[in-house]
């Protein structure tokens, strides 16, 4: 049997591949797990939506009713851009459904989210300013002297800093 016909051996080719190429497989697989049955709604998401609404929201999920026809499209955008996108919304099922070929998207759920993600700062958060003492740094700076490594002798100072700092904060 030769290599043609042997469906499980991979090809190689001579020369460069196309890096979309080589992430085609994950992005289908990962986008089936969501529920995109067409990856290209999530890889050019701004040339099917449109420049405008993808600047403000992103597909989430694709969810299947019972039924042949009829999927759910769920979205996520800031609360501040719902209301916006929930006007437009007629016009991006046009769009997304265009992109499967047939009217597969019946319709578009909304999700409102923070500006970031859950791992990441909140909006609009800074931490506030604290002043130290420098008699606390000192006796941190001296605390951690002995250490021979720069980046742990750092770690122990920075420790030491807001160790000793609380202790001064509390009655």
């Known amino acids: 049997m030769s290599q043609a016909q042997t469906p499980h051996r991979r090809r190689f080719r001579k020369g460069a591949v196309r890096a979309a190429s080589l992430m085609e497989r994950s992005i289908r697989t990962v986008g089936e797990s ?3 049955a067409v990856s290209r709604l999530l890889t050019c998401w701004p040339e099917v939506a449109g420049e405008a ?3 403000i929201c992103q597909p989430v999920e ?3 009713g019972r039924g042949p026809l009829g999927a759910t499209l769920t979205v996520l955008t800031t609360g501040a851009q719902a ?3 929930e006007m437009q919304k007629e016009q991006l099922r046009e769009r997304v459904n265009a ?3 047939y009217q597969a998207i019946r319709r578009i759920h909304i999700t409102q989210t923070a500006p970031t993600g859950f791992g990441e700062t909140a909006a609009g958060y800074t931490p506030p300013e604290r002043t130290l003492d420098p ?3 000192k006796a941190a700076r001296e605390t951690a002297t002995d250490v021979g490594d720069a980046d742990l002798r750092a770690a122990l100072e920075r420790l030491g800093t807001n ?3 609380k202790k001064k904060d509390r009655p």
């Open 163 to 165: 160790v000793l700092s």
């Open 53 to 55: 609404i993808a600047k």
């Open 34 to 36: 969501r529920g995109f």
């Open 62 to 64: 694709v969810s299947f």
């Open 135 to 137: 008699a606390v740094i």
């Open 83 to 85: 209301p916006m996108l």
């Open 99 to 101: 992109c499967y070929g």
